[in-house]
């Protein structure tokens, strides 16, 4: 098998793909309609955060290895790992994945195996990824191979993960399936399940959709906590001493690529039947209002400054996508709360309001608001946090926090029925 590999979308997942098969000595280019990503990858630089990423990147591209473009080329395989966004409705935006293959087909030869990446709503594969493909006289399964491999990874270890973990395969039938296999065996070590199209394309979606459900029973948890005056943390732990009880944890909602938006994708397809799966999309998107309404009743007077730490959706990455953070701060600043935030790794360009340093964040504010689980967030100086703060009090909704100094007061998911007044609060 010749190995000449076209990547198109040099994201969070197509440029780790692309950087993995470079280093398993295909010759690869990778393909993106940012010219900055294309033009940092020709320098073995990279545009997104990822551990190790832009050592291995550095590596491959000096090997001449790895490559980058606009525009496609030929290849005797191409992978599609472009976003798929939900519109306003929540259904699915194919527009990437179909706008991507369309602009493979000048490109294809006889025996090439396509394989799209992008996570999709069932069926998609056969009933418009075929299709664009039949339309240019392809007999897709015969002399051209189509399969869809889910990304299955997790930020901050995409590399590790890539090779280790177990790779669902589904053609578009056996063939396909066989062919697809064949190249991720380049170097993924973890099993390669073959199974089809559409097989592949509900399991993707179930993972994303388990986690979902099983978070919203969590923050459910929280809120009736809260009401009843109950530790939610403490509950979840004496829970999970059960032998067959995995209680995940609450937080301030769920966000990323993958968890907030997948479960749609089946809702989508059968609204009538998804009723547990629409409900769970419910209450994590009420969290954010949730966390605003403990807000409030620390802080009272908006004009009393917030300090706002994290803005990603998980702790140490730099994705901002679908973030309850983003959200939170975003219905912070309508409101008309006076907030400072900091995300050490998030760049200005990212966001459209100002970031600050940790001191300035802090300094003169009545609350810490903690909405990401970053290393550096877990061991937050207690010195400055008193010295500088006007009142030293945390609202940790990742609890992910431990204080020593007695005179922090600490709020997470143990305690927020303590949570009274500023006013109350000082006094005491």
């Given at each position: 098998m010749n190995k000449n590999l076209c990547?198109?979308?040099?994201?969070?997942?197509?440029?780790?793909?692309?950087?993995m098969f470079a280093k398993s000595n295909w010759n690869v280019v990778g393909v993106d309609v940012n010219p900055v990503a294309v033009e940092k990858l020709n320098r073995g630089e990279i545009?997104?955060?990822?551990?190790?990423?832009?050592?291995?990147?550095?590596e491959v591209v000096k090997e001449e290895n790895l490559g980058a473009q606009l525009e496609p080329t030929y290849a005797d395989c191409f992978i599609i790992a472009v976003p798929t966004p939900h519109n306003e409705d929540h259904t699915a935006n194919l527009d990437y994945v179909i706008e991507a293959t369309k602009s493979i087909l000048p490109y294809l030869k006889e025996g090439n195996t396509v394989i799209v990446e992008s996570t999709i709503p069932p069926r998609t594969i056969n009933d418009i990824v075929a299709p664009i493909i039949e339309e240019e006289g392809w007999n897709v399964g015969e002399n051209l191979f189509l399969a869809h491999c889910p990304e299955r990874v997790l930020p901050g270890r995409i590399l590790i993960e890539l090779v280790e973990n177990t790779r669902i395969v589904g053609g578009v039938n056996q063939k396909s399936a066989e062919q697809a296999t064949e190249i991720y065996r380049s170097f993924v070590k973890g099993e390669i399940l073959i199974t089809s199209a559409v097989s592949a394309e509900m399991s993707k979606l179930m993972e994303n959709t388990y986690r979902d459900v099983n978070i919203a029973?969590?923050?459910?948890?929280?809120?009736?906590?809260?009401?009843l005056g109950v530790d939610a943390l403490?509950?979840?732990?004496?829970?999970?001493?059960?032998?067959?009880?995995n209680l995940h944890l609450p937080g301030p909602g769920v966000g990323g690529h993958c968890l907030a938006v997948d479960p749609y994708f089946i809702i989508e397809k059968a609204p009538e039947q998804a009723v547990l799966i629409s409900n769970a999309r419910?209450?994590?998107?009420?969290?954010?209002?949730?966390v605003i309404d403990q807000v409030k009743k620390l802080l009272p007077q908006k004009a009393s400054k917030l300090a706002v730490l994290g803005l990603t959706y998980k702790g140490n990455i730099d994705d901002v996508r679908e973030s309850p953070a983003m959200d939170i701060v975003n219905l912070l600043r309508t409101e008309g709360y006076n907030i400072s935030v900091h995300d050490p790794h998030v760049q200005p360009h990212q966001v459209?309001?100002?970031?600050?340093?940790f001191e300035d964040a802090i300094g003169d504010a009545e609350c810490i608001l903690i909405l990401t689980d970053h290393h550096e967030f877990k061991t937050l100086d207690e010195t400055k946090v008193v010295k500088l703060m006007k009142y030293p009090n945390v609202l940790d909704t990742r609890n992910c926090v431990q204080f020593l100094n007695e005179q922090i007061k600490y709020y997470n998911y143990s305690n927020l029925f303590e949570i009274s007044s500023q006013k109350e609060v000082i006094m005491k």
């Open positions: 990547v198109v979308g040099l994201g969070y997942i197509g440029l780790p793909t692309a950087a545009h997104i955060e990822e551990v190790g990423l832009g050592e291995l990147v550095k029973l969590a923050n459910e948890l929280a809120k009736v906590s809260e009401k403490e509950v979840i732990q004496l829970a999970n001493h059960h032998p067959r009880v419910a209450i994590n998107n009420s969290m954010p209002s949730f459209e309001f100002e970031l600050s340093s």
